[in-house]
């Protein structure tokens, strides 16, 4: 089940990523038709990328100083342009959701190990939230609890017990309250709350 939804949010994840790069492609094609200069300085840069990928393959040495004063030189000249065109720097990077994992779920530590994202905990914390009542607390909690809702009648053949169904409820309450406020002390015991379905033991409204 757990898998199930690591899974699925994986997808979801891929699904990001995939259009972040997408979307990025498609800008860069408006604005190489519209700046040319930019895309030979591109395709130049991309040049100097394979040639030093095949010289690392083919154990050939290169000579590595001049070649990044080559590529932060027309790294600068890109800038310079995108300056010049009010264009911000970031426009030709993907807007990715979250850039620490750049949208994939997992990053590489300083120890190159992959860990899983924040974002991707929370998606996960959020999913297991919603799963379980406590997502309702925003509107089902102690200060919006209405006592008046119960009887102040006291019938022991209607209610079974020698107190109004009120004074029962608030006796639960001050109990529950109880458990809340003392929750770090060991000593505390659980509460369990019984009764058939449909009892209304979530939260009376
Ligand atoms: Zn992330």
Sequence with gaps: ???????????????????????LENRKKNLYEKIPELLQIEEELNTYAINTAKNILNNITTDTKELNKKIDDLKLQKEKILEANHIDVNYLKPFYECTKCKDTGYYTDSNYKSVMCSCLKQKLLNISYNKSNISNLYKENFDTFDDTL???EVDISKYKFNISPRKNINNIRLKCLNFVNNFDD??????????NTGLRKNFYV
């Excluded at 898998?3 to 995939?18: A, F, P, S």
């Excluded at 060991?186 to 009764?195: A, D, H, I, V, Y």
């Design 1 to 23: 089940m757990a898998n199930t939804t690591l899974n699925d949010l994986l997808i979801q994840y891929e699904r990001k990523k995939t259009k972040a790069e997408m979307d």
């Design 150 to 152: 119960f009887s102040d």
């Design 186 to 195: 060991l000593s505390t015991k659980n509460l369990l709350f019984t009764g």
